[in-house]
């Protein structure tokens, strides 16, 4: 492992989409909830970036911040957010929706979120079609086409029915079809697969990669199952209450984790535990309350190898390899051991 200068430059030739120091406060009657910090990431063109991090580390706030879809109390305080070459937080609100269902398109956890319960598959599809050329005819045979695509068994006559005549599964799979009619060069998925159970799982994301890879579109990647992010990411980044600690290609990430986070995480990933137990380890300590600015590393109440440093001072982006980069001070101490 060899580390080299702090914050390297990110490539942004074939990057889709560029987040930078991207800052998000929600207002409570609390005080202020630092929901994320700092947050730099790229999209490459074409690929499937993963978050991937304990529950409230940001990732969904990371997702909804990309798709402009924010509640009334959230506050970007800083940062911007780069989509094909347009930073989506400069631009009018009209522009910016009007790249939702186009550009843009997004699936949800809970696939009811998206579909209308009172409208039928057909209507529904054939609307979200509205940035197409075509007639209403030829938007219905895509929609068949794709529900076809999806797995849903006789789309011809089943098209015609409402969402609540289909099984959880087969309604995700109907999103899915949706959200990828449109051919977006972005699609974010906010944990598409957490409601179902673990064959369905296995067969979305295989559907979900089979359906990028044809389309060619990138994906942003929300999970907390880390066997889903393996199985469709090109890249992983981690977030730790509301900052990206560590960020790399999937296998640099998963067979050479820099930053001891990433490593607690996988160590408590129940696909990797071999031996068999009744409970599944856990890290140790709690997520620190996002409230009021923070000194120090984040994750160093936590952290069996926080050093005086840890506290004080709040590690930059540290390379590991080529194409890796962590937050972490022992990345630092070990390089100034190596030269
Ligand atoms: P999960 O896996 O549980 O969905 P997450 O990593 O997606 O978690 P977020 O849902 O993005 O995390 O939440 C990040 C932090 O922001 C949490 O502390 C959460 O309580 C807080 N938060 C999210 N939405 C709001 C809101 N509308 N108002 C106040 N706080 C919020
Ligand atoms: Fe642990 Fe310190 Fe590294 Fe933070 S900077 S992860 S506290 S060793």
């Known amino acids: 492992m060899t580390h080299d200068d702090p914050t390297p430059q990110r490539s942004s030739s074939s990057t889709l989409l560029e987040i930078r120091d991207l800052n998000l406060d929600f207002g409570t009657p609390r005080g202020r909830i630092h929901a994320l910090r700092n947050v730099s990431l790229d999209v490459p ?7 991937v991090g304990e529950s409230g580390s940001g990732k969904s706030t990371l997702a909804y911040t990309v ?14 957010i780069v989509f094909e070459g347009k930073d989506l937080l400069k631009m009018p609100a009209q522009a910016r929706r009007a790249l939702l269902g186009d550009r843009l398109s997004m699936i949800f956890q809970n696939p009811m979120t998206a579909l209308n319960p009172v409208r039928t598959i057909e209507s529904q599809m054939i609307d979200i ?24 068994p006789d789309p011809e006559s089943r098209i015609v029915a409402c969402p609540h005549h289909f099984s959880g599964g087969m309604r995700q799979r109907i999103c899915i079809a949706m959200a990828l009619l449109v051919k977006p060069a972005l699609l974010v998925a906010d944990e598409p697969t957490t409601a179902l159970d673990a064959t369905l799982e296995v067969q979305i994301i295989h559907l979900l990669k089979e359906l990028q890879k044809e389309i060619g579109c990138s994906v942003l990647f929300v999970s907390h199952h880390l066997g889903a992010v393996a199985e469709l990411c090109d890249r992983v980044a981690v977030m730790y209450a509301g900052e990206v600690v560590e960020e790399g290609a999937v296998r640099d990430i998963f067979h050479n984790p820099g930053h001891p986070y990433t490593r607690a995480l996988l160590e408590c990933d129940p696909g990797r535990i071999k031996k068999r137990t009744r409970s599944l380890p856990t890290i140790p300590g709690e997520v620190p309350s996002l409230l009021g600015s923070k000194v120090g590393c984040i994750f160093r109440t936590r952290c069996q190898h ?19 980069v962590a937050r972490c001070h022992l990345l630092d101490e070990e390089r100034l051991v190596s030269v």
């Open 67 to 80: 798709m402009g879809l924010l509640s009334e109390n959230a506050d970007v305080t800083a940062g911007s």
């Open 129 to 152: 079609q509205h940035h197409e050329q075509g007639s209403r005819r030829e938007k219905r045979a895509r929609a068949i086409d794709m529900l076809h695509r999806v797995g849903i």
């Open 45 to 51: 063109a074409g690929q499937v970036l993963g978050i």
């Open 306 to 324: 926080a050093f005086n440093r840890c506290v004080q001072e709040n590690p930059v982006e540290y390379r590991i390899g080529l194409d890796q």
